[in-house]
């Protein structure tokens, strides 16, 4: 099974670090993107509705969240460490393929109203610092798109530097923030003692551990983690698993001070004043120079709500990819996965917003938290039941106490869940005026996903996990070509990609230089990691991918054919003219697979582009 994100697996050394510090500072970074996830602008509306309405009292439940949080998120990181497979490649290897189309479908969802919140915060604060409509500033994050794919070509660490950047602006704007409220202390210690003081204080905790424990960072961090190259014996695997575990608690604890900040802002502010309903950030930014006296609070809240919805937003295209190429192995150009990602959110918004006004906003952003909360369960119960497992942990499963802590906060969100979904339904029925219908539809549907859900923790206990799934499988190729009586092409460079293309490709390839050629099989790892990080990896995708070109050098070979392998990453448009140029050859050889339009638009083109960039004749075959 091959790697999401394979292009940037293991791209960054940490090896041949003199001190302990330069070590830990190697493997800083992929929290940071993750810890993102956890102040993003749904965040905001879930902790400013807390604050306002329940003062400092639900301050725990942003404590426990991040507990969790920090569990979940090194366990995450543990999977990606020592099986070097992400969250949805290892679901894939280990259910049904119909359930893992529903798990992916519920894990896309979850994508979608995390974007739905990153599009209502951007547009929010745009509106706040230029005045812009929000229909408008939902609109121009689109253009949000173009600096992902900017940062894509930049790598890792610049992405990595950047996002740390926009977290820096947030943190300290909320330093100041804290300055300008003077909160009292002594409330915000007892508001960390457990209580739900009201009817409405459990969605909104519901709506807080969605907004904190985020689905889509499971599957992101189970993937970065593997950007750092580390010596595979138990000792590194160790070593790794102990600064992966250092950097998640410092970016995370980072990210509980961005969220309690924002609680204990709205708590110090509006529920002291007795504005209890202070749900929406546009009322927040109205009402907070007024009743803090200082005409930079609300220019510093606008700032840190940029900072955090530009952040958010490039790590959930990243987790959009890895999820699509876990669960169904398909790749796309990130470009069109960015802009699908964000037209599933801008849609429902502005349509909301146009037929509602604005002042839907702060429920919107408080809906789609819950809906990330109701699918953390689909998330989480698959990754504990991996990373205790014996076999597929290799003996870095976790601790039976580990695993008795983890169990217990899955019950937890789970319950709530479960607690949330029956009073919702419960509420419907007493009020609706044909709850047949709601009979029919609603509660088959509830049933459906609490079955879906014993289906998945049960499931591992009662069967083996299934064999490992190659991203690729190899076929026999049929050798079938007219020998010549004389051959002029002495060095063929062959572009395979472990399909039924490769069987034309190469009969055509012998059919130019018989058995005294010298052929080079070309195959280029081209996921979205690999686009990012280079060649400087060492994954599982790309050993599966050495083994095939081994296995086709040893087959053509044992047949009396001369035959070499080169692997490439990235662009197969990029890497294959960079092996042609730095080479000696005199023809390349590429099988197409015929499509054109719009699927050249999904999983793009690589022979128009390549035919300029290469200076021998390219010799193109349709299977």
């Given amino acids: 099974m091959g790697k999401s994100l394979e292009e940037v697996n293991q791209s960054v050394s940490t090896q041949n670090k003199t001190t302990v510090f330069r070590k830990i500072l190697a493997f800083f970074g992929p929290a940071y993107l993750v810890s993102v996830g956890y102040m993003d602008p749904g965040n905001w509306a879930t902790d400013l509705a807390g604050g306002s309405q329940f003062g400092y009292a639900l301050i725990w439940v942003l404590l426990m969240s991040n507990i969790m949080a920090l569990l979940l998120q090194s366990l995450s990181a543990r999977l990606g460490i020592v099986t070097q497979r992400d969250l949805a490649q290892a679901s894939r290897e280990t259910y049904p393929r119909f359930i893992n189309y529903i798990l992916y479908f519920l894990a896309e969802i979850a994508i979608a109203a995390c974007d739905l919140a990153e599009v209502l915060g951007m547009a929010i604060g745009l509106n706040l610092l230029f005045d812009i409509s929000l229909i408008n500033g939902v609109l121009i994050t689109v253009l949000d798109t173009f600096l992902l794919l900017f940062l894509i070509n930049k790598g890792i660490r610049k992405m990595e530097a950047f ?35 009201g009817e409405g204080a459990l969605y909104i905790a519901i709506g807080i551990i969605g907004a904190t424990v985020m689905p889509h960072n499971l599957y992101l961090h189970s993937s970065l983690v593997q950007t750092r190259k580390f010596d595979r014996s138990k000792k590194g695997i160790l070593q790794a698993l102990k600064y992966n575990f250092i950097d998640s608690t410092i970016a995370l604890n980072l990210a509980f001070f961005v969220n309690a900040a924002i609680l204990i802002l709205a708590a110090a502010t509006f529920h002291k004043a007795g504005m209890f309903e202070v749900a929406e950030i546009q009322d927040a930014h109205r009402l907070l120079e007024p009743m803090l006296g200082n005409k930079w609070a609300p220019i510093l809240f606008a700032v840190a709500l940029i900072a955090a919805g530009q952040s958010s937003t490039i790590t959930g295209t990243l987790a959009g990819q890895i999820i699509m190429e876990g669960y169904l192995n398909l790749r796309i150009q990130p470009w069109v996965r960015r802009i699908i990602t964000r037209l599933i959110a801008i849609v429902p918004a502005v349509i909301v917003i146009s037929v509602f006004g604005e002042s839907v906003t702060g429920k919107m952003l408080i809906l789609s938290q819950v809906i990330l909360s109701l699918q953390l369960g689909f998330a989480i119960i698959p990754l504990i039941h991996f990373v205790s497992d014996k076999s597929k942990m290799k003996g870095f499963h976790i601790s039976r106490i580990t695993q008795i802590a983890a169990w217990l906060i899955a019950s937890i969100i789970v319950s709530l869940n479960a607690k949330l979904v029956y009073s919702e339904i419960a509420g419907l029925l007493e009020i609706s005026e044909n709850p047949t219908v709601l009979w029919f539809t609603v509660v088959p549907l509830a049933v459906s996903f609490l079955i879906l859900l014993l289906y998945i923790v049960f499931k591992p206990f009662i069967s083996k996990p299934k064999a490992d799934i190659l991203n690729h499988s190899p076929h026999n190729l049929k050798l079938q070509f007219s020998p010549a009586e004389t051959y002029n092409k002495k060095n063929i460079a062959v572009s395979v990609d472990f399909s039924n293309a490769d069987e034309v490709a190469i009969n055509s390839a012998f059919e130019l230089g018989g058995k005294e050629a010298q052929y080079t099989l070309i195959h280029v790892v081209e996921t979205v990691g690999a686009m990012m990080y280079g060649d400087d990896i060492e994954d599982c ?3 599966i991918d050495e083994k095939l070109l081994e296995d086709y050098k040893t087959m053509l070979s044992k047949k009396g054919f001369k035959v070499e392998t080169v692997l490439g990453f990235g662009k197969p448009n990029k890497a294959i003219p960079k092996i042609i140029n730095e080479g000696t050859f005199d023809i390349l050889v590429m099988g197409t697979h015929g499509h054109s339009g719009l699927k050249d638009l999904l999983f793009g083109t690589t022979v128009d582009k390549l035919r300029h960039e290469i200076s021998i004749p390219l010799f193109i075959v349709k299977k």
């Fill in 163 to 197: 996002i740390i950047a926009l977290v820096a602006i947030v943190g300290f704007s909320f330093v100041f923030e804290m300055i300008f409220a003077q909160p009292e202390m002594g409330k915000v210690i007892t508001g960390l003692i457990p209580t739900l003081p």
């Fill in 541 to 543: 995708e790309t050993t």
